[in-house]
């Protein structure tokens, strides 16, 4: 069983949380890890790039020269591909770079990521936030209480609105709500706190 203690604002233990073993406390798959975050990658590329080939650019609609008898060699218009201003062979076209990866994938490279975040001693799960109103200086001190440096990953309830405008113009913080967790924003941040709301939407669907 994987154990771990709740913090509250003040960095100040509150309780031992047992986290759910198939969630927390699995072997993490480095290669299903890899192929997620690859996809994700690969998933943000616009696509949007694109050439000519020689039948769109503009001009070359007559043979520059007669077949035979000139001593140079034969052509057919200056809109070919070895030709300054023709079209382009082989070049890039716009496409989609999304790759297709199972669900029960997805599921799995979130699981290894979190086992790995609690493995190596970055996980933080602290109270539920409560703000009166959005304030982030005192959201600053609380990632001072909870002895955090660099990249942190703070994941919410969604509807805790106050708790997102607090923290999302502090430097190094990336925050998201739970239903948009992934297996990059896990990893690519050193860091990564949970409250207790979002830690039990993350079990629910991943358990």
């Known amino acids: 069983m994987a154990n771990i203690e709740v913090k509250d604002a003040a960095g100040k233990k509150v309780k031992d949380l047992e986290l759910a073993a198939g969630v927390f406390d699995i072997e993490p798959n480095i290669a299903v890890m890899h192929e997620v975050v690859t996809a994700q990658r690969a998933?943000?590329?616009?696509?949007?790039?694109?050439?000519?080939?020689?039948?769109?650019?503009?001009?070359?609609?007559?043979k520059p020269w007669r077949q035979k008898g000139t001593g140079r060699a034969r052509q057919g218009t200056i809109r070919a591909p070895?030709?300054?201003?023709?079209?382009?062979?082989?070049?890039?076209?716009p496409r989609s770079y999304a790759k297709k990866v199972n669900a029960k994938v997805v599921k799995l490279a979130m699981r290894s990521a979190l086992s790995a975040k609690l493995?190596?001693?970055?996980l933080t799960i602290v109270e539920n936030l409560e703000f009166e109103k959005p304030s982030t200086k005192q959201a600053k001190a609380m990632l001072a209480a909870w002895g955090l440096e660099g990249r942190t990953m703070l994941v919410i309830d969604s509807g805790d609105v106050n708790t997102y405008l607090s923290f999302r113009n502090l430097e190094?913080?990336?925050?998201?709500t739970a239903h948009m967790m992934n297996t990059y924003d896990f990893l690519d941040n050193k860091n990564l706190v949970i409250t207790e709301k979002a830690l039990e939407y993350i079990e629910g669907v991943l358990a």
Do not use: M
């Not at 300054?84 to 082989?90: A, E, I, K, L, M």
């Open 43 to 62: 998933s943000w590329r616009q696509g949007t790039h694109n050439t000519l080939t020689r039948g769109q650019v503009s001009g070359g609609g007559k």
């Open 82 to 93: 070895h030709w300054t201003g023709g079209g382009v062979v082989f070049g890039p076209h």
């Open 119 to 122: 493995a190596d001693g970055e």
């Open 172 to 176: 190094k913080v990336e925050i998201i």
